[in-house]
């Protein structure tokens, strides 16, 4: 790459020419600010809050989209600069809905981040403000238009997602942005992923939240409630108290959630682990019965949402499994509740997840135990509702000492489980599983490190285990499930014996629940690795790393479940997808009239 | 507009379906033309003719609803046999096309944007439409009337009530 010399803020720099100022500047030492964009996402120049001068330039230019050239001299903090984007930002404060103190993203804001860098005192330009319009119907996402101000960045997250439900609508003082015909979110053919949240750099779009709920049944003296922790949240819950990201806090986790005060505290790697049992035999099932090849994962609810949208020519290909934490709840209601002695509908089952998309799982009809009609799950909060809570609670996070679950029935977890809050972290679980039954034999070397990784979208790997030739792939984001099934559609992909999706770039460690990341801070790392990172160094210290060996799991298929897939397996842990069409026609006649 | 009326509502998904065909290799680059060429054959964009073109292009539904919502020349409702466009341009406005817009709202029941249920009347608040001398000027399909006060207003409608 040809490097670039320039002069910002008289400070040289030298950097490949393929560099924007933006870039250039924070090599420099220099923050630009900057609103509307999200590195690799959305770099558009709309917002114009990084505004810089050129010397010899006729007009000031958007840092974000310039890119350096040989000699050239920038000025990023000249009175013309400032004063620039001082009236830039009052203008986008001046209809934004400016109730901070109420709002979801009080000091966590990249807008006030930017009011407050710029001392802006007063907003001088005052005039009609957008009407607050609300959007809480669906069961994942709340949106408020009154706080938008229109980045585009939420646009841009859920085309890079290749589902494109929110667009700008109208034109002029009437933009806004919103599904097709401004319908709520709940009627669009949304998957739930979250990802337009995670974009967001004010409180217009956030999740659906469930903490009250929470607290309502923790402080109600009939409600036996146990909470289960999926393994994403270990992996990113310490950024919310300001930890460096991938500091893995697996042991303050557990004492948070014990001092929330919860009857009982499980890890979803039991689940997880639960999960490789049904699902490696599942397909060890449909291979030697001939039955429907590739079989794909069911764990993501968002990627589980998308089939049922987008192909649902390929639901018979999906496990028939539930997700991790869907089959913990089942147990939990079920065997979990027997050998205690407490009455299924006494128990109130509360699961932490990365995932917004979680929340709509759980209230699908699927989801309800079909002889107690409860549901398996009774609410999901995300990794930052658990931090928020937390916070309420006046816990003290970094003075907590290590914890972990209760160790009584369905407390241990294995190293695979763990693994599944990364992408290819299922897949090489069920490999695990797989392959010591296939060779009957408990194999030494057991790290499928071929599909680990965020580089590639898309991961192929072909391996011999007891003399199958065993065909895989693993995809993360819906954009890479949508590109892997176009090429199985379309007959130019290999044939695949098991495929692993997450709706999410990166699997669940970036799923749409997890903290937000400062788009400036998003410059310099890459949060899918960093996160992933603390969940293979805790697959490594544990001492059981194979779903199958977990003694837990061993205890309830003897004591309880008896076969995997087997009857009892069938009625708790599986379940079935459908088709669902996008903007019906019910749903356009109601906005017609 | 003429299309409209003499195709049956088979013959106007039939249209529809060979512009999308037409333009489909093209993909999003198509969308401005097709959309156009739908509101030629149906005289307005109704939702499920948006959907259809976003299917039929592989453009999402809301991106469609995006331009169509971002174009004045696109319309989300049907017009009427009889458009009345009321010019609400600088001249008009001042000489009170406001109180005419409001006139022909309570006359015809329906306001602007809107098509009557009989399907004979919808009003189109138009920008100024060149006739500033004729202030306040309205149309009716190719029919212009000029230095209008409101009290005229019904009698003039009265005409196409009858027609």
């Known amino acids: 790459m040809n490097m670039v010399n320039l002069t910002i803020d008289d400070v040289q720099v030298s950097v490949p020419s393929n560099f924007t100022v933006l870039e250039a500047a924070r090599k420099a030492g220099i923050n630009i600010p900057t609103l509307c964009y999200l590195k690799g996402i959305n770099e558009v120049g709309a917002c114009r809050v990084c505004l810089v001068e050129v010397v010899g330039g006729r007009a000031l230019a958007a840092a974000c989209v310039n890119p350096v050239t040989e000699g050239m001299v920038v000025k990023t903090n000249s009175n013309r600069v400032r004063a620039t984007r001082r009236s830039t930002l009052e203008m986008i404060l001046s209809d934004h809905n400016r109730d901070c103190l109420a709002c979801i993203r009080n000091k966590n804001c990249e807008l006030q981040d930017l009011a407050e860098r710029y001392n802006i005192r007063q907003v001088t330009f005052e005039g009609k403000m957008s009407e607050p319009n609300i959007d809480d119907k669906s069961q994942s996402i709340y949106r408020d238009a009154s706080k938008c101000i229109l980045c585009g960045r939420c646009v841009a997250a859920c085309e890079k997602q290749s589902i494109s439900v929110l667009s700008f609508l109208n034109r002029g003082f009437e933009t806004k942005i919103g599904p097709a015909y401004d319908i709520s979110m709940a009627d669009a053919p949304c998957v739930y992923c979250g990802q337009c949240i995670i974009a967001c750099p004010v409180g217009a779009l956030h999740e659906k939240e469930e903490d009250q709920n929470v607290f309502d049944a923790i402080n109600d003296p009939k409600k036996h409630v146990v909470a289960q922790v999926a393994p994403a949240v270990r992996a990113a819950l310490g950024e919310e108290f300001g930890l460096p990201m991938g500091t893995r806090v697996t042991g303050k986790m557990f004492a948070a959630l014990h001092r929330l005060g919860f009857d009982k505290i499980y890890d979803v790697n039991f689940g997880a682990d639960l999960t490789i049992i049904e699902e490696g035999n599942e397909l060890l099932n449909r291979i030697n019965n001939g039955g429907k090849l590739p079989m794909i994962t069911s764990c993501s609810p968002g990627w589980v949402r998308f089939a049922e949208f987008y192909y649902p020519d390929f639901l018979d290909n999906l496990s028939t499994c539930k997700s991790p934490h869907q089959m913990e709840g089942a147990i939990i209601k079920s065997y979990y509740a027997q050998k205690k002695g407490i009455a299924p509908e006494d128990i109130f089952v509360v699961s932490v997840m990365p995932c917004t998309s979680k929340k709509t799982e759980a209230s699908r009809e699927e989801m309800f135990n079909p002889t107690t009609g409860q549901r398996d799950v009774d609410a999901v909060v995300t990794t930052r509702e658990l931090a928020r809570m937390i916070k309420t609670a006046g816990i003290d996070f970094m003075k907590l000492p290590d914890e972990g679950p209760d160790n009584d029935l369905i407390g241990d977890y294995s190293g695979a489980g763990v693994i599944f809050g990364a992408t290819g972290g299922v897949m090489e679980a069920a490999l695990r599983t797989v392959a010591d039954i296939l060779e009957e034999k408990d194999l030494p070397d057991f790290e499928y490190k071929v599909v680990r990784g965020v580089d590639a979208g898309i991961k192929e790997a072909e391996l011999n285990i007891a003399g199958h030739n065993i065909r895989v792939a693993v995809a993360h984001s819906t954009a890479a499930a949508r590109k892997l099934l176009d090429a199985i559609r379309a007959g130019t992909a290999p044939e695949y014996h098991f495929i692993e999706i997450m709706g999410c770039d990166g699997g669940c460690v970036c799923g749409g629940g997890q903290p937000q990341v400062k788009a400036q801070d998003l410059m310099d790392i890459d949060v899918r690795e960093l996160r992933a990172k603390a969940l293979y160094e805790e697959d490594e210290i544990r001492e059981i790393r194979k779903s199958h060996q977990n003694p837990d799991i061993i205890e309830l298929y003897k004591n309880f479940l008896g076969e995997a897939n087997g009857h009892m397996a069938h009625e708790l842990l599986h379940t079935h997808y459908h088709a669902r069409e996008i903007y019906p026609d019910s749903v356009l006649a109601e906005e017609e009239n | ?163």
């Open chain 2, 1 to 163: 507009m003429g299309a409209t009326k003499t195709m049956t509502h088979d013959e106007m998904v039939q249209a529809l379906d060979q512009v999308i065909q037409r333009y489909a290799a093209n993909g999003r680059n198509a969308l401005m033309q097709v959309l156009q060429e739908a509101q030629n054959i149906y005289g307005y964009l109704p939702l499920n003719v948006q959907r259809s073109i976003a299917l039929g292009l592989g453009v999402s539904v809301a991106e469609v609803y995006g331009v169509v919502s971002f174009y004045s020349f696109f319309s989300l409702t049907p017009k009427g046999d009889y458009v009345v466009s009321i010019c609400m341009g600088t001249a008009c406005y001042v000489k009170g096309s406001q109180a005419i817009l409001e006139k022909v709202e309570s006359e015809l029941g329906i306001k602007a944007g809107e098509c009557s249920k009989d399907g004979k009347f919808s009003i189109n608040a138009c920008r100024c439409i060149g006739a500033c001398g004729l202030a306040p000027v309205i149309t009716i399909n190719d029919d212009v009337y000029g230095r209008l006060s409101a009290d005229e207003i019904p009698s003039i409608l009265a005409k196409y009530k009858e027609a």
